[in-house]
Each structure stands twice: as C-alpha cells, then as structure tokens.
C-alpha cells in the first residue's frame, strides 16, 4: 500500500495538540506552575481579602481566576510550540511524502531524503478523527492526514495494517544469543 500527502502546519499542531496532554513530563510542569502561582499568588489575595463578602462570591471569584490561570497555562504552552514550528528548519516536515507499507517495514520518501524503518521501531500507534500517528520516538511521530486517501475504506484499511504490523512486532519472541 503506497499513499502520498504533503503535511501542513495544522498537521504538526495537531499532533502537538494529542501529545502534549499525554506528555508525563509536560504535566508535571504545568502542575508544578498551577500549584506555584495558586499557593504564591491566589490563595495569599483571597485570605487578604475581606471577610464581608459571601462565602459563595469568593468561591466562585476563586474557581474563575483558576479556571483563567489554567487557560494561561494551555495559552502559553501553545504560543510555545507555535513559535517552535516557525521555522525554516521544518521543511523536511512539509514536503510532499510518500509512505509504502511493507511487511517487515515501511518507506518514507521525499524530496529530502529516503528511510526504511521496521515495525519493530514503531513505539506506538495513535488515531484521531483526522490523523494517524506513528510514533518513532517519544515525542516524534510520523503524521498522516486522513486527506491522503480517496476514502474512509483506504484510511481504515491502512490504519489496520500499520495495527496489525505493530501488534504483531509487539508480540514476535525475541532472539536470543547465546
């Protein structure tokens, strides 16, 4: 099976946009910024203010300027890998790709260069409405738009494939050497 595209920035925000919330590291960070600014920040102006307002009103101020806090935190995280993806250095990720499925590995070929890789290599495999990843490290994946096939049969089919290889890569006994 041989499909053809060319990625788009919104390709490569859109695997930004699926891995990040997956990224262990990612959240911890932001976890770690959350409780610092709330504890450091938030939590000292609630307690100075005063005590004649409802109960109920400080809540609900305290919940929306978290609820802000929180949408800073994805907005930041989000100019971040914007400005990481303006780069003249990305071209080898917008060109025009062609991937051919093998049974022991696929090709990716483009007007940069040409790489075989085994399933083995595939560390993980993801599905979106719009996107198959194919993750070749821990925060690399190879991105193929669903516009690369004519049809919904071609896009399931190729995702089954790349499912079944992997699977089956996952669950080969290893050699062993003696």
């Excluded at 041989?2 to 990040?20: E, P, V």
């Excluded at 911890?28 to 504890?39: N, Y």
């Excluded at 399931?156 to 003696?178: H, N, V």
Aim: with cysteine.
């Amino acid at each position: 099976m041989t499909i053809s595209f060319r990625n788009t920035f919104g390709d490569r925000f859109a695997f930004l946009a699926y891995h990040a919330p997956r990224n262990p590291l990612l959240l911890l960070m932001s976890a770690a910024f959350f409780l610092m600014v709330t504890f450091m920040t938030l939590v000292p102006a609630f307690q100075q203010m005063p005590h004649d307002k409802p109960a109920a009103v400080r809540v609900i101020a305290f919940i929306i300027l978290e609820l802000m806090l929180v949408c800073f935190i994805v907005a930041l995280w989000a100019v971040l890998a914007l400005l990481t993806m303006i780069s003249r250095r990305n071209k080898p990720f917008i060109c025009q790709k062609t991937i051919t499925l093998g049974d022991e590995a696929f090709i990716v070929e483009s007007q940069y260069g040409r790489s075989e890789t085994r399933w083995t290599a595939v560390q993980k495999l993801a599905r979106t409405r719009a996107r198959i990843f194919i993750y070749l490290g821990q925060a690399s994946a190879l991105v193929i738009p669903r516009r690369a096939f004519e049809n919904k049969t071609n896009w399931d089919a190729f995702y089954d494939y790349c499912r079944e290889r992997t699977k089956r890569e996952a669950t080969a006994p290893t050699p062993t050497t003696l």
